[in-house]
């Protein structure tokens, strides 16, 4: 047996913040990143519109990119004393993943992190309130899934958290909030929602109710990417439709290894952080060439092409265009092809280059790939992504 599930509710179109006004409720705990939103006048916004509603609001600032544990700890301790019957959150992925956190730790005082990292184990909540996310970039698309992830930054670990009940009750994708998006972040999560959309497509769990999201995703991320990142607005709005449509797809049908070795390459050098997004457009196209050995993502990487209506009349054709279109994106975003373009060191690569191998194998989004890879494997294709080589194995 499989599950599907969404939000209750998506509002979307210019302007729909409004409808914040329209949740029944008392008491409303507003969750916002590092300033942008009360910057752009969208916090007082939904302040306002709260108030509208009836409702008493009180504002937790201040969540940072890769939320902590602490931060989580914070808002929940928050959420306890103002006992909130909606918690919304605004902003990027991070404060909304730092929210879902503290919902369940507000509704479960005594549970811990390690107990909610079982996947799939969360207790039930909305026993004190209901949750609603609005998004202000265009790609994580946690507004629609079942996922958070929370660093505790004393022992250096992640917590992946994934349970169908941190999935919102109610997600507003305001394309309004995505007009002043910066281009390098319009190109990051834009490439991101393209990997979220052909990961999901073939993922070893998708199905008849996730591909039709999945290609529907990918169609609007092709036609519309280059446009959004040239300051067209209409094409940033359906950008901010198609993230969205993408992140149906892969809560539902989960991922693969490029997010795998991103999440494990991220934080990994010296360098400097590779983005997220920028990370995911750089091994797409070596991920594809690795799993289109195997036969039924071979199918699916050249049905997504045949359906895009890119060039070739054989399977291997079809596929090497889907690789050549991602890689010529990069291009035009000035997103480096590979580790080695983006400033990696070579000595540092190789000297790491085990470990993060062995822990992007471990990765919880290894065992939905289409393809088993071991760790000598992951050490040749992250190679590959270094140098900029074919993957022939």
Not at 145 to 163: C, E, H, N
Not at 175 to 199: F, N, R, S
């Amino acid at each position: 047996m499989s599950r599907f599930c969404l939000p209750r509710d998506i509002y979307h179109g210019k302007g729909c913040l409004e409808e914040l006004k329209n949740l029944k409720g008392s008491r409303a705990m507003l969750v916002v990143g590092g300033g942008s939103m009360k910057r752009q006048g969208f916090l007082d916004k939904a302040v306002d519109y709260l108030k509208e509603g009836g409702m008493e609001v009180q504002v937790f600032e201040g969540v940072e990119p890769d939320p902590s544990v602490e931060t989580v700890m914070k808002g929940a301790e928050a959420m306890k004393a103002f006992q909130p019957d909606w918690i919304v959150a605004m902003g990027g992925g991070s404060p909304i993943d730092a929210a879902k956190a503290m919902w369940a730790f507000y509704e479960y005082p005594d549970v811990t992190f390690e107990a909610l990292c079982t996947p799939f184990n969360f207790p039930e909540l909305r026993q004190k309130a209901k949750f609603a996310a609005i998004p202000s970039t265009s790609g994580t698309a946690t507004e629609v899934t079942a996922f958070s992830v929370i660093t505790d930054y004393q022992t250096g670990v992640k917590y992946p958290l994934a349970d169908f009940n941190i999935t919102p009750d109610v997600a507003i994708v305001d394309p309004d909030l995505v007009a002043g998006l910066p281009v390098k972040q319009v190109a990051y999560t834009g490439m991101d929602a393209l990997t979220h959309a052909i990961e999901a497509y073939v993922s070893t769990l998708h199905g008849p109710f996730t591909d039709p999201l999945a290609l529907q995703a990918i169609e609007m991320v092709l036609d519309y990417l280059p446009a959004s990142y040239n300051m067209n607005m209409d094409a940033r709005e359906q950008m901010h439709y198609a993230q969205c449509l993408a992140g149906m797809a892969f809560s539902n049908a989960l991922l693969g290894i490029v997010h795998s070795m991103a999440h494990k390459t991220g934080a990994a050098f010296s360098t400097g952080h590779i983005p997220h997004g920028c990370a995911n457009a750089i091994y797409l196209p070596y991920v594809i060439q690795y799993n289109a050995k195997n036969k039924e993502a071979a199918e699916r990487y050249a049905e997504i092409a045949r359906r895009m209506g890119l060039d070739g009349n054989s399977q291997q054709a079809l596929i090497n265009s889907l690789r050549k279109k991602i890689q010529k994106f990069n291009k035009l975003m000035n997103i480096p092809l590979t580790l080695k373009d983006f400033g990696i060191q070579e000595e540092e690569f190789k000297e790491k280059l085990p470990k993060i191998a062995e822990l992007a194998v471990g990765d919880a989004c290894t065992g939905s790939n289409p393809r088993e890879i071991t760790p000598a494997q992951m050490e040749k294709l992250l190679t590959c992504t270094y140098y900029g080589t074919e993957v022939d194995f």
